[in-house]
């Protein structure tokens, strides 16, 4: 069953795309495309779905895009069992949806981006910062003495091969 009617004309490649790809692209949506009902998002709209995808994307959530009949663009996120549903009204506002484990946790309307662009930094931010830190801590310079210079310490590998061609 397909979702979108675009003409011949349009890549059957769009849906090959990157999320960001396809959010910008959404501007080039024709006239009825959904059904023969449907405008295109404005700019604008395209501009603050890929601030809040950029965001997501930067504190490591999978992310898709769609387009809606109305101008507006809905963003679904990812991180394990948690999913925040984002859709960007053609007005500039925003509404968010929480869900954990398929079960809807809070919904809010009428955001704007800066501030569900907070939200997603204070829930988000810090676990993705706290694990990368847990990841690196084995290989930060703690002292020092550990800035010297010196010489390498990379083990001998063994014995060495002559190598040959075998006849056939």
């Given at each position: 069953?397909?979702?979108?009617?675009?003409?011949?004309?349009?890549?059957?490649?769009?849906?090959?795309?990157?999320?960001?790809?396809?959010?910008?692209?959404?501007?080039?949506?024709?006239?009825?495309?959904?059904?023969?009902?449907?405008?295109?998002?404005?700019?604008?709209?395209?501009?603050?779905?890929?601030?809040?995808?950029?965001?997501?994307?930067?504190?490591?959530?999978?992310?898709?895009?769609?387009?809606?009949?109305?101008?507006?663009?809905?963003?679904?996120?990812?991180?394990?069992?948690?999913?925040?549903?984002?859709?960007?009204?053609?007005?500039?506002m925003v509404s968010?949806?929480?869900?954990?484990?398929?079960?809807?946790?809070?919904?809010?309307?009428?955001?704007?981006?800066?501030?569900?662009?907070?939200?997603?930094?204070?829930?988000?931010?810090?676990?993705?910062?706290?694990?990368?830190?847990?990841?690196?801590?084995?290989?930060?310079?703690?002292?020092?003495?550990?800035?010297?210079?010196?010489?390498?310490?990379?083990?001998?590998?063994?014995?060495?091969?002559?190598?040959?061609?075998?006849?056939?």
């Amino acid at each position: 069953m397909t979702f979108l009617s675009v003409d011949e004309s349009y890549s059957s490649s769009w849906f090959l795309r990157t999320t960001d790809q396809r959010i910008s692209d959404f501007l080039k949506l024709p006239q009825g495309w959904h059904y023969g009902e449907g405008n295109a998002p404005n700019e604008e709209t395209v501009d603050d779905a890929l601030r809040i995808y950029n965001q997501t994307t930067l504190l490591g959530l999978k992310s898709e895009a769609f387009p809606g009949i109305d101008g507006e663009i809905q963003i679904n996120c990812y991180s394990g069992n948690k999913t925040l549903e984002f859709t960007v009204e053609s007005t500039g506002m925003v509404s968010l949806t929480k869900e954990e484990n398929d079960i809807e946790i809070s919904s809010h309307e009428n955001l704007t981006v800066e501030a569900v662009l907070n939200i997603v930094r204070e829930e988000y931010g810090e676990t993705t910062w706290n694990s990368f830190d847990q990841s690196i801590q084995s290989i930060i310079v703690s002292t020092k003495s550990e800035l010297r210079v010196g010489p390498s310490e990379i083990p001998l590998t063994g014995v060495e091969y002559r190598s040959y061609l075998a006849v056939a």
